[in-house]
Every structure is written in C-alpha cells, then in structure tokens.
C-alpha cells in the first residue's frame, strides 16, 4: 500500500520544474493522509515537527508560480483512468458532479459570496457567507459499492474579485452550465464517452444543448449523455401530430401538455420491476416516455418511478437509455455526497486560510452579491493567485482522498488484516477511505520515525530537519 502511495508521487515527478517543489508536494499529499487534525498549514508542520520558517515555506508553496495546477490535475486524470477502476455503461464513464457550500468569513478572501442555505435545519442561517465549489469526480469499483473518486474542483462564484465581470448573455456562465463544462472537457481531452449524472438544480435547457453540442464520430452519437432528476413543476408535450391537410403557416411541433407529476395518477400505465434503489433491491413501478421539452427544444427520455422513497423523475438525453438502468445510476449519485463529507470531515480540505491584503475588505455581514467590490486592476495578479491558492490546496486534498480509495478497491483484504482499531459493524466489504486512512497514517509515522527507509520519506525527512538543523547551527 505505502509503495503505491509512493509510486504514484514519484509519477508526478515531470510535473515540477524542480525537484524541491515536487517534494513539498509530496509531502502535502502525505500530509493531509497522515496527519490526525487539519485545520491549515498548521497541521502540516505538527505533523512534520517544524517550525515557523518551514511553515511560511509551506505557506508560498501553494503561491509558487513553478508549478502548475493545470498540468497536476490532467496528469492525475490520465492516472485514475490507467488504474482501470471506473465503472462503465455501455461502454461510457459514469461522471458524477455536484457543488457545495463552504462558510468562510475572511473579509479579504477573494471568490467569498453570499449564499443561501436550502438545508432545513433551523439552528443553519438562511444567508451565510463563503465559497462555492463545484466538483466532479469518476464513480470507481463496482455499481454496487462504489466510490466517487474526484477529478476537478474549482470556485464557481465570485468571479468579479479576479476582474471576470462579463455580463453578455452569451459568454456569462452559470453554476449548471460550469459543472457540465468542466465534466465535457474532462472527455474531449480524454476522447472518453461518458454519463454525467446531476440532481433537480441543473435540469435546464442549455444544459442538453451543450452536452449535445460536442459529437463523437466513432460512437456517431453525443460524447456526453446526460441523466438528470427532474423538477416537480416541469411539463413536456406529446410530438404534434401530422395533419393530413397542410393548412397556412408553420406545422405546429408542439402536441398536448403534461403535468409531469400528474403522471403519477394514471397508475394503471406503470409496470413493476425490480430495482436496486440507494443499495435495496426493491419492488417499483416504473414507466417511461420520450418527451418534447421546450428548453432543450428536443425529445427527452422521461423516466417515472414509484419507490418507496417517494416518486422520482428523471431526464435522459439518450434516447436508447433503458428505465430501470438509468434509475439504477441514479441512484449511484449520492456517493458524490459522500465524497464531499470525506473531504471536508475526514481531510480537513476546505480548511484553508489564505487571504491578500490587495483585495477590498468585504463586509462580514451577508448582502447582495451584485453589491462585491471590484479590485484595482493593478491588484488582480496577486488576488488570482490567492484565488487559485485555494484550489491548488484542495486540488491536492483532493488527490490524497483518491488515493485511499484506490487503496481500498486495491488492497481491501491487507487494509482489513492491518486495521487494529475499533469498528462496530463493516457496512461493506470494501474498507471506508476513514478506516484506510487510519491504517495509512500509522504506517507513515512508523516509516517516518524509522530513518524513513523509502525513497520519497527519505527525501523529506532529510529536506526538512536537515535545514532544521543547519538554521539552530547558524544561530
């Protein structure tokens, strides 16, 4: 396990410029692995033992303009799929794509907004202010125990504070349009068929009209299909039917309206079937129909199933996509969910702290977003690189949760034979990426504090308390 770790660093090497880059780099992969609290670059130096010199070293690291966000996450892309672990339809990639909300309340962290909080809990404020991410990642394993192993994460709002103010309807994005662009470039730059699947917020109609928009000769069909749940208030039409007389003006392309949820009430239209719904196999009554939806201004595949959870809806882009199958995804899309708790509870990656005195302070108490200052633009070039600060430091957060899962679909039998600690029940067969980093984290500190016998450990413990030890020589 640890020699796949380390192999995996060390195929980053051509990355970095140099080679005192790529060691911190490795250092803060192992880092957010190993280290039991993580709440900053703080932790990193309890981890490590050092002091405050190396901790302002750590600190400009996610600053250094020798290294390249770009080139580690193409190279990290292109390493996840030579692992041979995603789940495939049909011969597709299943993508699953999300965003979260971050509370941040830094006065003079650029990309921090207002947004609203749709959870139900009264003790959560309506309005807070922090960072948007929108994320994507691979559904890796098995479709019945799988993990949603991340490929991309970036801020999605608060673009004024870098100076992209564009307010032409063409070339403004939007957070559903941001989430499918990134799952579509994800293919085209690695030539790889996939299914995106998202939840009720981005049904919308340029959505299907970009996943449509990018063709693949050889499969003669979209590069990305798509599969969304359905909003409640949505309706679709029947095809118009041709008239056999050809009157004056245009042939109408619009039949009769649906309710889509009134669907629900013609019961006798429904067929039962048996479906794994979120990980039970259960009994539903699904039915489905293509539909003309004025948005997309195309057919859509409309999927409606009867569950024990309640009534679901869903949009297919492809119209050869079977029912139970594309529910059966679906239903997949709640490890994405899962990710974002490994990455904020488990990992700590969304505890940064960076922050530049170049950007106007904002104030701490939530308003209209259209209300964000704009930076002078002799500021930009220093409040970008604390923007893009923030996802160099998740970016690698983000790696080191994929490498635990990669260990747990790889090494599930040596993580379970290692694990001494405490674990009242095992949910699945396949260990959780908090049991692999508990067995992960011991077995760095025991190769850390033991001359650090592999290469990369090496290295560190060398880079670190070697200068450690030549500045308390020179004082």
Same mark, same amino acid.
């Given at each position: 396990?640890?020699?796949?770790?380390?192999?995996?660093?060390?195929?980053?090497?051509?990355?970095?410029?140099?080679?005192?880059?790529?060691?911190?780099?490795?250092?803060?992969?192992?880092?957010?692995?190993?280290?039991?609290?993580?709440?900053?670059?703080?932790?990193?130096?309890?981890?490590?033992?050092?002091?405050?010199?190396?901790?302002?070293?750590?600190?400009?690291?996610?600053?250094?303009?020798?290294?390249?966000?770009?080139?580690?996450?193409?190279?990290?892309?292109?390493?996840?799929?030579?692992?041979?672990?995603?789940?495939?339809?049909?011969?597709?990639?299943?993508?699953?794509?999300?965003?979260?909300?971050?509370?941040?309340?830094?006065?003079?962290?650029?990309?921090?907004?207002?947004?609203?909080?749709?959870?139900?809990?009264?003790?959560?404020?309506?309005?807070?202010?922090?960072?948007?991410?929108?994320?994507?990642?691979?559904?890796?394993?098995?479709?019945?125990?799988?993990?949603?192993?991340?490929?991309?994460?970036?801020?999605?709002?608060?673009?004024?504070?870098?100076?992209?103010?564009?307010?032409?309807?063409?070339?403004?994005?939007?957070?559903?349009?941001?989430?499918?662009?990134?799952?579509?470039?994800?293919?085209?730059?690695?030539?790889?068929?996939?299914?995106?699947?998202?939840?009720?917020?981005?049904?919308?109609?340029?959505?299907?009209?970009?996943?449509?928009?990018?063709?693949?000769?050889?499969?003669?069909?979209?590069?990305?299909?798509?599969?969304?749940?359905?909003?409640?208030?949505?309706?679709?039409?029947?095809?118009?039917?041709?008239?056999?007389?050809?009157?004056?003006?245009?042939?109408?392309?619009?039949?009769?309206?649906?309710?889509?949820?009134?669907?629900?009430?013609?019961?006798?239209?429904?067929?039962?079937?048996?479906?794994?719904?979120? *990980?039970?196999?259960?009994? @539903?009554?699904?039915?489905? #129909? &293509?539909?003309? +939806?004025?948005?997309?201004? $195309?057919?859509? !595949?409309?999927?409606?199933?009867?569950?024990?959870?309640?009534?679901?809806?869903?949009?297919?882009?492809?119209?050869?996509?079977?029912?139970?199958?594309?529910?059966?995804?679906?239903?997949?899309?709640?490890?994405?969910?899962?990710?974002?708790?490994?990455?904020?509870?488990?990992?700590?990656?969304?505890?940064?702290?960076?922050?530049?005195?170049?950007?106007?302070?904002?104030?701490?108490?939530?308003?209209?977003?259209?209300?964000?200052?704009?930076?002078?633009?002799?500021?930009?070039?220093?409040?970008?690189?604390?923007?893009?600060?923030?996802?160099?430091?998740?970016?690698?957060?983000?790696?080191?949760? *994929?490498?635990?899962?990669? @260990?747990?679909?790889?090494? #599930? &039998?040596?993580? +379970?034979?290692?694990?001494? $600690?405490?674990? !009242?029940?095992?949910?699945?067969?396949?260990?959780?990426?908090?049991?692999?980093?508990?067995?992960?984290?011991?077995?760095?500190?025991?190769?850390?504090?033991?001359?650090?016998?592999?290469?990369?450990?090496?290295?560190?413990?060398?880079?670190?308390?070697?200068?450690?030890?030549?500045?308390?020589?020179?004082?």
């Amino acid at each position: 396990m640890i020699a796949f770790i380390f192999k995996t660093l060390d195929s980053f090497r051509f990355v970095f410029a140099r080679s005192t880059t790529w060691l911190i780099f490795c250092a803060m992969v192992l880092g957010f692995i190993g280290a039991t609290d993580m709440i900053g670059i703080s932790s990193f130096c309890r981890f490590y033992s050092i002091d405050g010199k190396s901790y302002n070293c750590l600190l400009h690291f996610f600053r250094y303009s020798s290294w390249s966000l770009v080139a580690v996450s193409l190279h990290w892309e292109k390493f996840v799929l030579s692992q041979n672990c995603t789940v495939n339809s049909n011969g597709r990639t299943i993508i699953l794509g999300d965003h979260t909300f971050v509370p941040k309340d830094g006065r003079r962290m650029p990309g921090v907004v207002t947004l609203r909080q749709n959870s139900e809990t009264q003790s959560k404020p309506s309005y807070f202010r922090g960072h948007c991410w929108g994320a994507i990642g691979f559904l890796v394993g098995s479709l019945t125990t799988p993990f949603c192993l991340p490929i991309l994460l970036s801020i999605h709002q608060g673009h004024v504070h870098i100076g992209d103010n564009s307010k032409d309807k063409e070339s403004r994005q939007t957070l559903v349009t941001r989430v499918v662009q990134m799952a579509i470039e994800v293919a085209i730059r690695n030539n790889l068929p996939s299914i995106l699947i998202l939840d009720a917020y981005f049904p919308s109609g340029i959505a299907f009209k970009l996943a449509n928009s990018v063709w693949s000769i050889t499969l003669k069909q979209p590069l990305m299909t798509l599969i969304i749940r359905a909003k409640k208030n949505y309706v679709a039409y029947f095809p118009a039917q041709e008239k056999k007389e050809r009157g004056r003006g245009r042939p109408s392309k619009y039949g009769d309206k649906i309710k889509l949820m009134e669907v629900f009430d013609q019961q006798h239209l429904f067929k039962k079937a048996l479906c794994d719904i979120y *990980g039970k196999t259960e009994e @539903i009554k699904i039915l489905s #129909s &293509d539909l003309l +939806w004025k948005p997309s201004c $195309s057919l859509i !595949r409309f999927v409606f199933a009867k569950t024990s959870r309640g009534s679901i809806v869903l949009m297919c882009s492809d119209l050869t996509t079977d029912p139970l199958h594309a529910l059966k995804l679906y239903c997949s899309r709640t490890r994405v969910e899962n990710m974002f708790d490994m990455l904020k509870n488990l990992l700590g990656v969304f505890r940064y702290r960076f922050w530049t005195k170049r950007l106007p302070a904002e104030s701490r108490k939530p308003k209209k977003n259209k209300k964000l200052k704009n930076p002078p633009t002799t500021n930009l070039p220093a409040i970008k690189r604390c923007w893009e600060a923030y996802e160099r430091f998740v970016m690698l957060g983000a790696i080191s949760l *994929g490498l635990l899962q990669l @260990i747990s679909l790889k090494y #599930s &039998d040596t993580v +379970w034979n290692q694990f001494s $600690s405490f674990l !009242r029940t095992r949910s699945r067969s396949i260990p959780s990426e908090r049991t692999v980093k508990i067995v992960i984290s011991n077995l760095l500190v025991i190769n850390f504090h033991s001359l650090a016998p592999t290469g990369i450990l090496l290295k560190i413990h060398d880079y670190f308390f070697r200068k450690k030890a030549t500045e308390s020589f020179n004082t």
